[in-house]
């Protein structure tokens, strides 16, 4: 034992969930988890330790070693602490390739850690939902992808309003920039180099750039009116292409289900050029005090490559985190009242009758499925009641010397006040009545 | 992307859960917290990575190195992953002390890593129940925390045939040894070292240490009859012992509840000799290949005292580990099938009938609260069928251009291979019926 008193505090970016907060978090990965299995998506996790070389592999070596907590063992194993579930999944896929049933829903919602620098929305430690269709190389999966989100969202209660889902495709912008940029494939990968930096850069750098690469004001023009078209109008430039085949039959079925009200179609969705092959998606919050992207995904080739020789599995997903997601909810009120309409009991305690005849009185009333707690406290009546009360008891049961004798119970609903006198054998009534 | 491939297997002591292990975990952890719940208990969490000096202030400082995952973080900050639940638990009581309600029916289902050679029951990565009655110094939160971990058990179906509650009492321990062997405090606290090695060392050398102590051999086999006592014998040696009555009284309110049967009194349990400081229990596994201690705990004092000066709260509580229950579970065949009873669609498809009308038939059917998923993949019946079987499906829909024409869908139940045609109106009611 140390002389000096420790901190209570948790380690930076991390945090303390005491029963409330948890409560909250159970709640809506509950949602979470009801919305996604509805839809036949089964959960799986992986351990939070990998070894480096996997995410070094994906990353390349400097952002890994950068970006994750990580270490030696004592057998000289470079091991990290998960900061995404992407390269655990992957390995888990390519370990049962053969034995897995393609194509696969999966999701996890797992903890992991990022070193990088707190700020409001990121934190080291946090909780990332990742759903994925695994096995499928058509827009169905990307659809259903797509749809899983908006069911979450909606699963929250939120509507059109609050949030919309932006749509692009690699495949497409690929193709419609060689097509108004007349270029080869290594020209047009030059040129999607700068588009992908163009709000990053002064409008003049993002010309300049352009033209370099052979662009003349008249197709920069048609660029930049991409950002504001419609689904149909950006895909009757390149109506061959795949990628624009892809997304109207996307934009269609999302119709079909009544859904596109939440969905429009943006040229500025890229999402990283050397990881995406088709769909992407940002999923925005619409207020706008906070109106940025709060997650998404798209379409990637190759999941397994780096675990198995020449084998190819394609993936679709996204991945949430928990923090995000919590600050929309709040933003917009999305958050009901967790103890209401909860039955929770508290059988409260005299000095004169037995310990025993409490044990049995709480015994009766779990098992009849109410959450029922004895008061094992300081005996003093008021402390009860204040402990029922800080503790979102909805009701506590009174029984002293004279309703043990009478035969009696006294029940008080903690919300109305109002306290109602009936037999003891009418107690598992009552409260099936309420509940 | 570098060119050797990398190992698909997860890191030595570690685990992947792939759907139907995950399926598994949530079944039991669920059994686990709706037992708890039900007791008012109430969850809480915290972060996976914490200050060493947590763990070193509790076990010393070669110890918390030896056997955590630890490093530095680039402020040097020396971290540790959590290797059990209490010191991050006694941090977050400590720094809310004045604004919690005590007593406190906590738990948490945290993962953890500890440092070990791997064998059967030990890995490096688990998951740990742990469940705490914080704030109560009396037997009444004993009580609690021992029915809970009955409560738990029976909800998986154990039986008094296939595990034993073992109960002993530390302050009974001390007070039972001072009346036979004569003892002042610090000379009982050297005649319970020797017991608590009785196991580990030859009986000529616990008999030698025993009288090196000054006790004769009439003390030694008194100390012995201890071990074959009845609560009631045991107690009486020494029935002013507060630990005594604690004992009696646990015993008499276990039997209240009809929860005797599970438990016995037993001399032998100690669990170490720092930690605990009044009742102290293990729950066995009765399968003669696997008679050992599964979990197990006691009451402990001082818990905040390492954050707060002069600050004193009691905690009586035990940690579960997912691993020792889940072979408990495999040994007594307590695992159901977690996939039967469970109604899940696979509609299926045929190229002749437009997608869209799939995708309505599927939302229907998510939106009457079924389970179901569309096909997305390759399109041969037969590989359809395949499919939902290795998938858990109970029922596929069929729908070919047909019967799309004459308004009807056909199910299959795939248990009992029955086919069913019915009118597509008819479809909710059909599943509605069997649910």
């Known amino acids: 034992m140390c002389a000096q008193l420790l901190s209570t505090q948790p380690y930076k970016g991390t945090r303390d969930f005491y029963p409330d907060d948890m409560r909250l978090r159970n709640w809506f990965f509950g949602k979470i988890r009801e919305a996604l299995?509805?839809?036949?998506?089964?959960?799986?996790?992986?351990?939070?330790?990998?070894?480096?070389?996997?995410?070094?592999?994906?990353?390349?070596?400097?952002?890994?070693?950068?970006?994750?907590?990580?270490?030696?063992?004592?057998?000289?194993?470079?091991?990290?602490?998960?900061?995404?579930?992407?390269?655990?999944?992957?390995?888990?896929?390519?370990?049962?390739?053969?034995?897995?049933?393609?194509?696969?829903?999966?999701?996890?919602?797992p903890?992991?850690?990022?070193?990088?620098?707190?700020?409001r929305g990121r934190l080291r430690e946090f909780w990332q939902l990742n759903v994925d269709v695994f096995g499928c190389d058509?827009?169905?999966a990307d659809l259903e992808v797509i749809v899983s989100a908006i069911r979450i969202m909606k699963a929250f209660g939120a509507d059109e309003s609050m949030f919309t889902v932006r749509i692009n495709n690699r495949r497409f912008f690929n193709d419609v920039i060689a097509a108004i940029a007349n270029t080869d494939t290594e020209g047009?990968?030059?040129?999607?180099?700068?588009?992908?930096?163009?709000?990053?850069?002064?409008?003049?750098?993002?010309?300049?750039?352009?033209?370099?690469?052979?662009?003349?004001?008249?197709?920069?023009?048609?660029?930049?009116?991409?950002?504001?078209?419609?689904?149909?109008?950006?895909?009757?430039?390149?109506?061959?292409?795949?990628?624009?085949?892809?997304?109207?039959?996307?934009?269609?079925?999302?119709?079909?289900?009544?859904?596109?009200?939440?969905?429009?179609?943006?040229?500025?969705?890229?999402?990283?050029?050397?990881?995406?092959?088709g769909t992407v998606f940002e999923v925005f919050d619409n207020a706008p005090e906070n109106n940025r992207a709060m997650f998404g995904g798209g379409r990637y080739d190759n999941l397994v490559g780096l675990f198995v020789k020449n084998a190819k599995i394609s993936g679709v997903g996204y991945g949430m985190g928990?923090?995000?997601?919590?600050?929309?909810?709040?933003?917009?009120?999305?958050?009901?009242?967790?103890?209401?309409?909860?039955?929770?009991?508290?059988?409260?305690?005299?000095?004169?009758?037995?310990?025993?005849?409490?044990?049995?009185?709480?015994?009766?009333?779990?098992?009849l499925g109410l959450t029922t707690a004895l008061y094992i406290g300081s005996k003093k009546f008021g402390k009860q009641i204040d402990y029922a009360i800080k503790g979102h008891y909805s009701h506590i049961v009174i029984m002293g010397a004279s309703e043990l004798d009478a035969g009696i119970v006294k029940i008080k609903d903690l919300e109305t006040r109002e306290e109602t006198e009936i037999s003891s054998d009418k107690l598992c009534e009552y409260f099936s009545e309420i509940k």
Chains 1, 2 share one sequence.
């Open 37 to 109: 299995e509805l839809a036949a998506f089964e959960e799986y996790n992986g351990p939070m330790l990998e070894s480096l070389e996997l995410y070094a592999a994906k990353s390349g070596e400097e952002i890994a070693t950068k970006q994750t907590y990580n270490f030696l063992d004592r057998a000289e194993r470079s091991l990290a602490i998960r900061p995404e579930m992407t390269p655990t999944v992957a390995r888990m896929v390519a370990g049962k390739m053969n034995e897995l049933s393609f194509p696969l829903r999966w999701f996890s919602i």
């Open 111 to 119: 903890n992991m850690y990022r070193y990088e620098a707190t700020q």
């Open 138 to 140: 058509t827009y169905e």
């Open 188 to 277: 047009s990968r030059l040129v999607s180099k700068v588009i992908d930096r163009k709000n990053k850069v002064p409008r003049d750098v993002y010309e300049r750039d352009l033209k370099s690469l052979g662009l003349s004001d008249e197709q920069i023009g048609r660029i930049d009116a991409l950002y504001s078209m419609n689904v149909t109008e950006a895909t009757d430039i390149c109506p061959d292409s795949i990628g624009a085949q892809e997304l109207r039959k996307l934009f269609e079925a999302l119709d079909e289900l009544e859904l596109s009200k939440y969905c429009i179609f943006d040229f500025g969705i890229i999402r990283g050029l050397d990881y995406y092959t």
């Open 322 to 367: 928990d923090v995000t997601l919590e600050n929309f909810l709040v933003t917009h009120n999305l958050i009901p009242d967790l103890y209401k309409s909860e039955t929770k009991v508290l059988v409260t305690r005299f000095d004169d009758v037995p310990y025993t005849e409490y044990m049995k009185l709480t015994d009766k009333l779990q098992a």
